[in-house]
Structures are given as structure tokens and as C-alpha cells.
């Protein structure tokens, strides 16, 4: 950095605009409700790290649990902790649901669980993926591949209502 740049940012920090905007950087690094453990490295880089280090493709889910944990095998934060047990709770039920019903297709199960647990992706970017992967260039360009299908709504419609119809009588007997 060059003398006058220096002095320029240290102008800068001084002033009220970058008092104002050290407030607005403080104030939102508060609200985030987990941090990741990859630091500088892109999820991307990371993964493609465990794949070589495991042999075995990295999924979306693993990925979360890879760079939200610390080095002891924690997790980061207790929100991540809760969202890591939800992820688990949601996979555990779709691999029940499919080993039961053979119309549920568990190819996009990860992204469908990502999807209930966390929201849907935001700002056109998909999620543990590195920057810049869009979800055209994740999923396909129709969003189709990211939803579930008819025939599958409907199928899981169906276990719903099968499983209120099994709840309401237990509770009738």
C-alpha cells in the first residue's frame, strides 16, 4: 500500500461515514445466525479437498457439516448445531419414507432438505457451492429439476394423509 493510500483509508476510518459504516458492518456481523469454518478457502475449494482426501463425491449436506463444525467436532455455533440436527432429522425421515414407499425419489433428496430446513436459495445463488454457481447452472435451466414432480407431491400428499388418518384413529381408540 502507498503512502498516500494510508493516509487516505486512516482518513477515511476517522470520519464519520467510516464510523457509520463500522456500525453498519458490526451490527450485521451480529445477525448472521451461523459462520462457517472455511475462512478464506471457497466451499468449492474445500469440498474438492475431502473428495480427494475420502475418495467419495462431497454432497451439500455433508459439505454444511464439514465447514460448520471446529476442529474438535463441534459445531460453530448452537444455531448451526440445531440445524445440523434438523438436516439429519430430515434425511433419516426420507430414507424411511423411501424404503417404505417406492414412489419417493431420493436423487435431489439433499437439495429438497436443504431447501425445508434453511428456505429456499436466495439471490439466484445455490448454496455450499462457491461463489458464483447460479441455480441455472446447479440444477438446469428449469427449475423443475430443483422441485419436487407432480407425481411425487402427490405421493407424499398421500403418506400425509395416511399418517393423519393413523394419528387420528390411535387417538380415537
Known amino acids: 500500500m502507498l503512502r498516500y493510500q494510508w493516509e487516505d483509508a486512516v482518513r477515511f476510518w476517522n470520519s464519520k461515514k467510516g464510523e457509520d459504516s ?8 451480529q445477525k448472521q445466525k451461523f459462520t462457517h469454518t472455511a475462512g478464506s478457502r471457497s466451499f468449492a475449494s474445500v469440498a474438492e479437498a475431502e ?5 467419495q463425491k462431497v454432497g451439500r449436506l455433508q459439505l454444511f457439516e464439514i465447514t460448520h463444525r471446529k476442529k474438535d467436532g463441534s459445531p460453530m455455533t448452537s444455531e448451526a448445531g440445531e440445524i445440523m440436527e434438523k438436516l439429519k432429522d430430515k434425511k433419516a425421515e426420507y430414507e424411511a419414507t423411501a424404503s417404505t414407499d417406492s414412489s419417493v425419489n431420493l436423487e435431489n433428496i439433499d437439495n429438497r432438505i436443504i431447501t425445508e430446513v434453511l428456505g429456499p436459495e436466495r439471490y439466484s445463488r445455490v448454496r455450499f457451492q462457491g461463489s458464483g454457481v447460479t441455480l441455472t447452472q446447479y440444477f438446469g435451466s428449469g427449475s423443475q429439476q430443483y422441485m419436487p414432480s407432480g407425481s411425487q407431491a402427490k405421493a407424499e400428499v398421500q403418506r400425509l394423509r395416511d399418517q393423519m388418518a393413523q394419528m387420528q ?5
Open 169 to 173: 384413529a390411535n387417538t380415537v381408540e
Open 51 to 55: 473428495e480427494v482426501k475420502s475418495g
Open 22 to 29: 463500522e456500525r453498519v458492518g458490526i451490527s450485521s456481523r
